[in-house]
Structures are given as C-alpha cells and as structure tokens.
C-alpha cells in the first residue's frame, strides 16, 4: 500500500514531468509545428500514474522525462514522445483509436484519458497481459488491449479515427493505412533498427488519398515484421 506522502510525492514529480515536456514543445516548435501542449493533453500526462504501469522496480524513475525498460527487451516511450504523438492525433473525445505496441499501457492510459475508446495490440504476450491488468486496476474501462501481430492492424474494429504506432517499422504497413478513416491520422515511426527513424504523421484526406510529413528524427524499439 501506498502512503499519502509517497502519492502526494508522485504527483509532485508528475507535475514537474509536466513542465519538463512543456518546455521540450518550446524548444522543437519549429520541427513539429506545436509550440505548447494542448489542455487536454496537459490534463492526461498530469493525471496518468506512470508509476503504476512501470515494473516497481522503476516507480521511482517514472516521472523522468526518459524511455525506461519494462522488460523482455521493450521500453516505455519518453513522456515527450507520448504527448507530442498524441497531440499530432488531435484526439477528439468520441475518436476510437488503435495503437500498435502496448508495452507497458502508458502510451494507452493517455489517449483513454481523451479519447472514447482505444484498441491497443501487443506481439509479447506477457507484456500485453501485464498492461492490460494494470489498466484494469487503475480504472479504464476503455482501453481493449489485444495479443497479436499489430502488422496487420484490427479489421474487425476499423475504422479508425486515429492510430499511433509505437515501435518502428521500415515502411508504413498497408493494412494500417486501409484501416485509417477518411479524415482521420496516423503517428508512426518510420526507419530501420539503429538507423534513421522520424516519427512521420499521415492524414487521410477526404478522397481517401494520404499526405504524409516527417516530424522529428526519433529512436523506436522494432517493429517485429508481420508474418
Ligand atoms: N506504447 C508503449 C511503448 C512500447 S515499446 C508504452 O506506452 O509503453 C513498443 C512495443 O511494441 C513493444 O512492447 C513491442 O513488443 C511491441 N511490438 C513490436 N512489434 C509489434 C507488432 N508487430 N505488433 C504489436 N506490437 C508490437
């Protein structure tokens, strides 16, 4: 159990993660084009315990405005990252949103605190059932997490408003731009293992055509390629 000074501790160190990311939207507003966090955005990452979805063994690490590993290999996206993707969504309260790489259910737990529904597919099994549970416990009732190669997007619950990718893939895959609504974006890493990766943001546009731009030079974990 946690005391009411360790809470009243992460919540001080949640806001000051807060502010951290404010300030990394002011220093790259002419590469991503967002000079501040948008409120709802704001709101989330101050209210998502990012404590309770890493291993304990990193609770105390949580709030820094870093990756951080959450086993099997994998790690939790910056804090900055997680905003700026969800903010280049431009999540609308009743959006259903697919995201691809749970992890450890952060990157989930934000864009269920704005958004009316997410789907979230993880390939590791153990690390998609440990978010899925810690999800559960800490209150989203929103959030479906899924075990399964992401590659392939969920056809039985597209379309989709919005679709973030969190793990890096060469190319974007097919299936997820066909699962894409008209006037709906994706945030995806796109490169190779070690390489040059940029977070590119596609937006379908109403004739069902794409406009892709390239964001920010990033480093993602691999997406592991469909089969
Ligand atoms: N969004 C996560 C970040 C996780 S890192 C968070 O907020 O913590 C990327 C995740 O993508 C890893 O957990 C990895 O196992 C997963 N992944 C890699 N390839 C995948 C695929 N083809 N389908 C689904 N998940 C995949």
Redesign the pocket.
Known sequence: MLGTADAQDFAAQRSRMVSEVEAMYAQTRAETGLARMSPAVRAALGKVERHR?VPPGEASRAYRNHPLP?G?G????QPYI?ALSTDLLNVRPSDVIL????????????LAEIAAKVF?????AS??RQ?ARRLEELGYRNVEVRI????QGWPEKAPFDAI?V??AAPSVPPALLEQLRPGGRMVIPVGSEGGMQYLELITRRADGGFDERRVLPVR???????K
Do not use: R, W
Request: no cysteine; aromatic share 8%; proline share 5%.
């Open positions: 979805l959450i099997s994998q790690t939790i996206s997680v995201e691809v790489g749970t992890g450890s259910g952060y990157q989930a737990a934000v979230s597919i993880e390939i590791i690390l998609g978010a399964g190669d992401g590659y973030v969190t793990a993602f974990v691999p997406l592991v390629p469909g």
